[in-house]
């Protein structure tokens, strides 16, 4: 079935970003947690600060606990692959049950890390699941603008992680190029401000606020 | 006796804020059958509105339409000219289904008992007549206490409603007593709102009964709809969306030409 | 057989892995669970399998032919061979479909028969689900994962294959199509039987359809699709009669598609399965289904019903009344009504009730025999348990055929002492194998 409706553009989009902020949020936790082991310790409130989130954490050890898996918080990793396995599951026709059963298999990892003295490995399949989701995706997904979609949301999501927590700034310029590519190739309709913004930053290198440069990232579409 | 009637019905429905992807079916052009004939009709629509006509289940024209652009009021008209003559009325075919308690009309335990109360006369038409006494005694006239929802059993036990309570009685009444009867809804002579009645099936002829008023209906009533009750066949349904409040003024006015 | 149950874990580690659940509601929120699953099949020999097929075919086409003549003429009703009484007064009889054909004339295209198998060796139909059974998916998926397990047992043993069911259920769709796509329709990701619907939808190629996703336009109904509107020409709803359209029917339906009706009465949409069926699987008409064969097809039945008494006929009634402390009692009415009562179950008291009820209103009750059916072994741990089983076949009815899909879904219950097998009361299922000599 090869074509979409404008409500499963919006679960395609949300699908990329949720499966990207699931994989992204999962790397620098593994980071945070190593750093933990050997007492350095992480600055969690200044995280909670740049993500703008609540900071309802009392010590590095309880972040990496709560951020991870309350299910409880919006917030949470856990809910991230909640919602990311919800856009999934209403996708099945146009994504495959194949597709599917990684989000579904990430979700399981998930659990299992939840419930694990070592979370890390478990963590690690969930990683391991999202790359053969993006792998199986591609594959099973034959409309274009449908595979675009997702990858968009993706993107969105990569560099608005990026320029909130102030990670790799040399590499923006290089990551909204590659998002001005997808969105071409998508039937998203992009707010012509936020395109504009974005659109000078990327390819004519004009210096723009960060904030102002997120601010249009995450106004691009209005879905 | 033939007579020849001037019909004019104006609905206005005003929302607070835009309405989308509006949805409707009106039931508000009178058909024509032996006793009612529509010598012409015309319907206007304001946003106008392509619709389609289709005849339900029960006989009764609808039109059919949908405004997907944002609108703030909903508008239609209805006018034209009928012949009403009921020395034309023609036997028909029952309708089995106007036997049985119908969404409206299931008869509480409280109907039950007045209707096992009454002592009703011989002949059938007596009975009809004797039923829609037995409404008036029970039920007083106010408007504003029950609403389109309203059923049978709870008009009863309130003890009071507007004319759509009184056909519902009328018409659980009936079909206990083991009529067939039917929900009408349409135009009476005079100035004000749409109104409702019933048709009882006596010797093969849908024979018209209005319990409101207490009376046979004549040459002044003009015929809408019919079904088992106003869920069947009601002048207007609409969905939309649009978080508003609603406002709805109607006029009609019917009168000899 | 043996290396179905040793492999056990592997195969309910595949059904997590699809995500095969289904969802209940506690304490009002919603939650979804994985639908137990037993590894030791149910097996129909050929011979077996060819006498229900039969049978079942058989049985819907007369229900099928009912239904028309129901929305049609009556002649059924006029002759007396249905009392006019079960027909109206039953909350499935939808007034609004009278005198609409669909598409190809079929009214129930995927009908669900649950058939429970007697220790008698005979099979007896429990009741039929005409509106929108469920349950299709679940042996369909399993059965997959089951020969990834354990291939051998499928090398060696001849078992009709059933991962057809999408394109069945295609062929079915297409077959009364009357010109566009067809969509599966859901009432979303919160249905209890969502897994089927969006499963359902991916095997037959069909667009899975939420109502927003749906409009009616000029009597058509359409997709809204990124490629602008496509025309639909079949939808497999999945949403019960009353919600489908709140111009003609529930009014407060938010889950439906407004004016749907008039894209049916004008024939520009097939509805699968077709509105107002419910007349024909209420609990009262199945005693006529039998009387339907004779009558529309002029054979005798080939599968039976449980023996059933109506209480509206009073050589029934009297039987009924002197044998209550034996028969199961089935209150018709829908809501808010007595459900099933096993006579043998009641203290003296309820049975005085229980025969003051009947007098009262006697349509409003059928009473059955009990049958003593046959029990299927489960494994509980590791132990083998037996357990009460029903059968749920599903028939597949389009504008030129009808068809037995050569499965079904074979539920159990997990509490030995209940007869209610149903998966939201935490019973499980069990793959169905039709053996092929």
């Known amino acids: 079935m090869d074509t979409i409706t404008l409500s499963k553009q919006n679960r395609l989009f949300w699908l990329g970003r949720y499966s990207e902020r699931v994989h992204t949020s999962i790397q620098l936790m593994m980071e945070f947690y190593d750093s933990l082991l050997d007492g350095s310790g992480m600055d969690y409130q200044a995280f909670c600060r740049k993500m703008g989130i609540p900071c309802v954490y009392d010590s590095g050890e309880d972040f990496c606990r709560r951020y991870l898996f309350d299910e409880e918080s919006q917030y949470s990793i856990v809910s991230a692959v909640e919602a990311m396995l919800g856009n999934g599951m209403v996708l099945r026709e146009t994504i495959s049950s194949q597709t599917l059963a990684y989000l579904q298999m990430a979700h399981s990892a998930m659990e299992m890390a939840s419930r694990s003295e070592s979370p890390m490995v478990e963590l690690q399949w969930v990683l391991d699941d999202i790359m053969a989701f993006r792998g199986s995706f591609d594959d099973a997904v034959e409309e274009e603008s449908a595979r675009n979609i997702t990858k968009t949301g993706g993107m969105v999501e990569r560099i608005s992680l990026m320029l909130r927590l102030e990670r790799h700034p040399e590499r923006v310029e290089h990551e909204l190029r590659k998002l001005l590519n997808r969105l071409y190739k998508t039937d998203l309709t992009p707010d012509p401000a936020a395109l504009k913004t974005i659109t000078d930053r990327a390819l004519d290198g004009v210096a723009v606020d960060r904030i102002a440069l997120l601010s249009s990232v995450e106004c691009l579409f209005h879905i | ?257 | ?437």
């Not at chain 3, 749920?392 to 509490?415: H, I, K, M, Q, Y």
């Open chain 2, 1 to 257: 006796m033939s007579r020849r009637l001037n019909f004019f019905y104006d609905i206005r429905l005003e929302f607070d804020a835009p309405v989308v992807e509006h949805a409707f079916v009106l039931r508000c052009v009178p058909p024509s059958f032996p006793g009612q004939e529509i010598l012409d009709a015309t319907l206007e629509l304001d946003p106008h509105t392509p619709y389609t006509r289709q005849r339900d289940s029960f006989g009764n024209l609808m039109q059919i339409g949908r405004l997907s652009q944002p609108h703030d009021h909903f508008h239609y008209t209805v006018s034209g000219t009928a012949r009403v003559d009921l020395s034309l009325r023609r036997p028909e075919a029952d309708l089995p289904v106007c036997r049985y308690p119908s969404a409206y009309t299931v008869p509480s335990r409280d109907i039950q008992n007045y209707f096992h109360s009454l002592s009703l006369p011989q002949t059938p038409a007596e009975r009809a007549w004797a039923l829609s006494e037995a409404v008036g005694s029970r039920m007083r006239y106010t408007p504003g206490v029950t609403g389109p929802s309203t059923t049978a059993a709870q008009a009863f036990a309130a003890g009071e409603g507007v004319c759509q309570d009184y056909a519902h009685l009328y018409l659980t009444l009936a079909r206990l007593a083991g009529f067939s009867a039917r929900y009408v809804n349409g135009l009476p002579e005079g100035e004000g709102a749409s109104h409702a009645w019933c048709e009882i099936w006596l010797d093969g002829v849908w024979t018209g009964i209005d319990p409101t008023r207490g009376k046979w209906t004549d040459e002044g009533y003009i015929r809408f709809g019919t079904g088992r009750d106003f869920g069947d066949c009601p002048i207007e349904r609409g969905t939309f969306l649009g978080r508003t409040a609603q406002r709805q003024t109607v006029f009609m006015r019917v009168c000899q030409q």
């Open chain 3, 1 to 437: 057989m043996d290396s179905m149950i040793r492999h056990k874990e592997q195969i309910n580690r595949q059904l997590a892995r699809y995500g095969v659940k289904f969802g209940i509601y506690k304490n009002g929120t919603f939650h979804e669970r994985l639908f137990p699953y037993d590894p030791i099949p149910r097996i129909i020999t050929a011979k077996e399998w060819q006498t229900l097929e039969q049978g079942l075919r058989q049985r819907v086409n007369a229900l099928n032919l009912f239904l028309k003549d129901i929305y049609g003429p009556k002649r059924i009703l006029a002759d007396g061979t249905v009392p006019e009484d079960f027909v109206y007064r039953s909350p499935g009889y939808l007034p609004q479909c009278q005198g609409i054909t669909p598409p190809g004339g079929v009214y129930s295209h995927i009908s669900g028969i649950d058939l429970v198998k007697g220790k008698d060796g005979a099979w007896y139909i429990l009741e039929d689900n005409l509106r929108i059974p469920s349950g299709a998916s679940y042996p369909l998926i399993a059965r997959g994962l089951c020969r990834r397990c354990s291939p051998d047992t499928f090398r060696h043993n001849d078992i009709l294959d059933n991962r057809n069911y999408g394109q069945l259920l295609r062929r079915t769709m297409d077959s009364v199509n009357t010109g566009g796509i067809n969509v599966v329709f859901t009432p979303g990701r919160y249905n209890a039987a969502y897994f089927e619907h969006s499963y359902l939808a991916e095997q037959s190629g069909a667009a899975l359809a939420e109502s927003s996703d749906l409009y009616v336009r000029d009597c058509a109904l359409y997709y809204r699709s990124t490629h602008g509107d496509q025309r639909v020409g079949a939808i497999y709803r999945r949403v019960s009669d009353e919600y489908m359209d709140p111009l003609t029917f529930e009014p407060q339906s938010l889950i439906g598609i407004p004016n749907l009706m008039s894209a049916y009465r004008s024939g520009n949409v097939a509805v699968l399965n077709a509105f107002g069926n419910g007349v024909a699987d209420d609990k009262g008409i199945y005693y006529f289904v039998p009387k339907m064969i004779r009558y529309y097809l002029g054979e005798e039945p080939i599968l039976r019903n449980a023996p059933t008494y109506l209480p509206f006929y009073a050589e029934d009634c009297k039987y009924v009344l002197d044998h209550l402390d034996c028969l199961v009692v089935k209150d018709v009415a829908e809501a808010g009504g007595y459900g099933v009562l096993f006579g043998s179950k009641l203290t003296r008291q309820q049975l005085l009730d229980l025969k003051a009820a009947i007098l009262d209103q006697p349509r409003r009750f059928i009473a059955q025999e009990v049958i003593d059916f046959q029990d299927l072994p489960i494994l509980e741990g590791d132990q083998q348990v037996e357990r009460k089983a029903d059968l749920r076949a599903f028939v597949l009815t389009g504008a030129e055929e009808t068809v037995v899909w050569p499965s079904g879904l074979t539920r159990f219950s997990r509490d030995p002492d209940s007869f209610i097998v149903n998966s939201s009361q935490g019973g499980g299922f069990k793959d169905t194998w039709i053996l092929s000599h």
